[in-house]
């Protein structure tokens, strides 16, 4: 889920990320905004990332509850010049309805 | 809400100031932000007995973008003291999902360190889990606000 769901992000496809992303989803971004479902999905096809790669993913599970660490290296380019990024993440997953939707993604540039 | 050691929390007034995001919700969110308030309480006491009770063994802490276990959010606690940190948290919301819940707010940070004081403000989200009656802490995470 969490390569869709990093695929739905580079592809800039708010359908496939609405499936994933609970009604009640809320994000903490690296600059510490707080972003809702529906600014997510308003928001993704602005978004300048052209590959997204996870790495040094641990999964914990919690009964229903899935916590996942790792990193994202972002490519992109934004007004015209190229950038690369890494953030470290924690999404915390459900498991509803016979599937696991992402319920908190919180991400912080990574300091290591 | 925040872990690392050496800080002295004086104040988690915001914690009182909740939105639950759900109805029906008012008791699990008290329970939730007891177990905030015994975090920090813990943590300005350096009580690394008490946080072993309030961190799950698989706790994963992310602060400025580094990630900590148990383990090592626990083997910082001795340090208390050593460099003074004063934190307000503030402008808090709970929302529940299943058995887990998510807490976000803001905190406001002044760290003293060779005689200067350094301010700074954090978003941060903590992400908890009822285990047998008990909400136990799985996930935190924190952001540097712009200043």
Known sequence: MEHVSAQAYTIKDPKALAAILDDGFVCVTSEGKVLSKAEVLADVRTYTALQILTESMLVHLHGDTAIVSGIFRTKGVEHGKPYTRRERFVDTWIYKNGQWVSVTTMVSFAGD | ?147
């Not at chain 2, 940190?85 to 940070?109: D, K, L, M, N």
Request: proline share 3%.
């Open chain 2, 1 to 147: 809400m925040r872990t690392t050691g050496w800080l002295l929390i004086l104040v988690c007034a915001g914690l009182l100031r909740v939105r639950a995001q759900e109805g029906g919700k008012g008791g699990a969110t008290t329970a939730v932000l007891a177990q905030e308030q015994a975090w920090s309480d813990a943590e300005s006491r350096n009580d690394t007995g008490a946080l072993e009770q309030i961190f799950d063994n698989a706790l994963v802490f992310i602060e400025d973008g580094r990630l900590a276990t148990k383990g090592e959010c626990l083997a910082r606690v001795p340090l208390a003291g050593s460099h003074p940190r004063q934190i307000v948290a503030a402008a808090t919301a709970v929302h529940f999902f299943g058995s887990a819940a998510v807490v976000v707010g803001t905190y406001h940070e002044l760290a003293v360190k060779d005689g200067k004081a350094s301010p700074k403000a954090w978003r941060f989200i903590d992400t908890w889990v009822n285990k047998q009656g008990r909400w136990m802490l799985v996930a935190a995470g924190a952001s540097p606000l712009p200043k």
